[in-house]
């Protein structure tokens, strides 16, 4: 008991004494109220029927495809009778994993992303070009020109 003064004396200057205790209790409940949020945010997350919340917005086309990236439950590999189920139902059908287990390098997100743009701007292209054609017609039927 003669050193219990001491250690008291210590944890006091560390911040660990008696008037630091509403300090600490403060600190775990906002602990624990952040982890709770984060928790349930994680949880939404694995569960939730709409996705993720991105901060860039997704385009149409990814929406209409989203059902291909749903969560698959592959089977263990060294159990060959569950993975010859798991082919013969197809369950590897749009998945981005190949015949031979590497990774796709034409399926990644980028990639679509990249197709993506690239058939807007083809699209782009060919309002632009079909507006050019009509008032270059317009031009020349104005000019006295038979145009079709």
């Known amino acids: 008991m003669a050193r219990f003064p001491n250690a008291q004396k210590f944890l006091k200057k560390i911040g660990l004494g008696k008037e630091d205790h509403y300090f600490w209790k403060q600190i775990g409940k906002a602990l624990l109220c952040t982890y709770t949020v984060f928790g349930v945010a994680w949880l939404y997350n694995e569960t939730s029927p709409f996705g993720w919340w991105t901060l860039k917005p997704r385009p149409k086309e990814e929406k209409e495809m989203a ?4 969560r698959r439950r592959f089977p263990y590999p060294g159990d060959k009778e569950a993975v010859e189920e798991f082919i013969a139902s197809g369950g590897t059908l749009g998945t981005t994993i190949g015949p031979k287990g590497f990774v796709d390098s ?5 990639n679509f992303q990249k197709k993506l743009q690239t058939k807007k701007f083809d699209q782009e292209a060919l309002k632009l070009w079909a507006g050019m054609r009509k008032e270059v017609i317009e031009d020349l039927q104005k000019k006295g020109y038979d145009v079709e």
């Open 67 to 70: 059902h291909l990236y749903e």
């Open 106 to 110: 034409g399926k990644d997100s980028d």
